[in-house]
Structures are given as structure tokens and as C-alpha cells.
């Protein structure tokens, strides 16, 4: 029971290391092959785009700019003025800079090595 994310990736190990340096994720494991992380209690997983051979999914992003277009990976609770310094910091894209939203979270929105955009928010002071 429950719900799970797997992205896959061109190489496992250099996202792991992002999820992990820029966003504070823990590794539970990884590998060149596949990774699995944990944020807040929830499970994801990252497999490289070499394990997929027999699997249909991988021909569906051929052509494709950004990986997982129109969808946002979001991280509650996770300080997006410290992500994103990180994220300078290692010469990763900062898709839109940190802001204070109207629907009340503070927010940055980032790409990883894949272009999969990953948006650390917390609620702002009241």
C-alpha cells in the first residue's frame, strides 16, 4: 500500500549526490544503477536509464528538454534560502529564485542534473 516515485536518471549517483547536498535528502543507498532516498519519511527511488532496457517508458524521452515537464517535486518544511545557496554554490540552475509566495510558502525552484525541478518551500512568518 501507498505511493511511490521513481525518476530515472542519465546518472544515479551524480543526482543522488544533488538530492543529497542540496536538498538534505539522506541516501539510504546508491549506486550507478539505482538509489534509493528518503525525505521526511517518504521513500523515492532513481534508476539509470541503462536498467530500463526492456521497459517501453525510456523511448517517451526522446526529444524531451526538461524531464518530468510540468511537474514539480515538492519538499515541505525545507529551507528554500539555504537550498538554493547550495545550489549556486555547486553551478546548479535556479529556474526561478527564492520568493514569498501568496499562498503563503517561501520558495525557490531548482533543476538537477536531469532538469527534474525540485521546489523547497516552507510557510511563511505570520
Known amino acids: 500500500m501507498g505511493f511511490g516515485i521513481n525518476l530515472l ?24 544503477d539505482s538509489a534509493v532516498l528518503e525525505h521526511d519519511g517518504n521513500f523515492f527511488q532513481l ?17 524531451v528538454h526538461y524531464r518530468g515537464a510540468g511537474v514539480e517535486l515538492r519538499l515541505y ?3 528554500p534560502d539555504a537550498c538554493e545557496a547550495r ?3 555547486k553551478g546548479y540552475q535556479v529556474l ?7 499562498h ?8 538537477d542534473p536531469d532538469e527534474y525541478c525540485w ?3 516552507a510557510p511563511l512568518a505570520r
Do not use: W
Not at 534508476?47 to 526529444?63: I, Q, R
Not at 526561478?96 to 501568496?102: E, G, M, N, S, V
Open 9 to 32: 536518471a542519465t546518472d544515479v549517483e551524480r543526482t543522488a549526490d544533488f538530492l543529497a547536498e542540496i536538498l538534505s535528502m539522506r541516501i539510504h543507498r546508491a549506486d550507478q
Open 47 to 63: 534508476h539509470g536509464e541503462h536498467t530500463y532496457h526492456d521497459n517501453p517508458f525510456p523511448g517517451t524521452l526522446e526529444g
Open 77 to 79: 518544511q525545507k529551507d
Open 87 to 89: 545550489a549556486k554554490k
Open 96 to 102: 526561478r529564485t527564492r520568493l514569498d509566495r501568496p
Open 104 to 111: 503563503g510558502l517561501r520558495e525557490c525552484f531548482l533543476l
Open 119 to 121: 521546489v523547497p518551500s
